[in-house]
């Protein structure tokens, strides 16, 4: 009987561990998912700031159908960069 009750205890003792062990992994995963977002945002704004500079500086020099043309090109480009890399990211784990 003393035996059956030890495993008793001890099984509730490792399912609180483990519990508490969820608690801290689960808190840390959110932590990290959020400051992701952040630098996915802040990441994003900086594209739309780059392009809206880029297009700013070559509209004093060029037509406007060229600097569209320019702006977008460089568009696709940061684009083609990010998923690119997204997805070598995505291969590597």
């Known amino acids: 009987m003393k ?17 508490r062990l969820l608690r801290q992994k689960t808190l840390k995963t959110i932590a990290i998912s959020l400051l992701m977002t952040v ?25 406007l159908p060229t600097v569209l043309l320019v702006t977008a090109s460089a568009g696709l480009v940061l684009t083609g960069g ?6 070598h990211l995505s291969q590597r784990l």
């Open 3 to 19: 035996a059956i009750t030890e495993v008793v205890i001890s099984l509730f003792d490792l399912v609180e561990a483990e519990g």
């Open 82 to 87: 990010v998923t690119w890399y997204v997805r």
């Open 39 to 63: 630098a996915a945002v802040l990441f994003l704004t900086s594209l739309v700031l780059l392009m809206a500079a880029l297009y700013n500086f070559l509209i004093q020099y060029w037509s």
